[in-house]
């Protein structure tokens, strides 16, 4: 089926970058440099989520050659969605803040609870 070899694909191209998948899941795949975790790649059917400990030239190389192999819908560096919940960065303070409003509120109007 097409999503088997997608994600055959995709986990090819991602050993071949010198990333690995992580054990535990393996929709994560980290990329290491003298035992140190640089780089994780979330993926999730067709979202995708990076984070990076490093330089941004590296990113942005990585970026660039995973978009040169596979079509990106959207290469901004900073995540603001990710599967349905609500991501506030505030990097002055150090925080990543999760947020579920939306989700919530289906969950309410679903159940005719808005008022």
Partial sequence: DSARKFWETL????????FEAVNADKTLFRLKHDDYTVMI???YVDDSLVAHLNSNEEY?????ALS???KLSAESTEVSWYLGVGVE??????TIKLVQTQYVNNLLALFN???
């Fill in 11 to 18: 986990s090819t191209w991602m050993e071949q970058y010198s």
């Fill in 41 to 43: 790649v979330a993926l």
């Fill in 60 to 64: 942005a190389e990585f970026i660039k």
């Fill in 68 to 70: 040169e192999r596979f």
């Fill in 89 to 94: 960065c505030n990097w002055d303070q150090g």
């Fill in 113 to 115: 609870m808005t008022d």
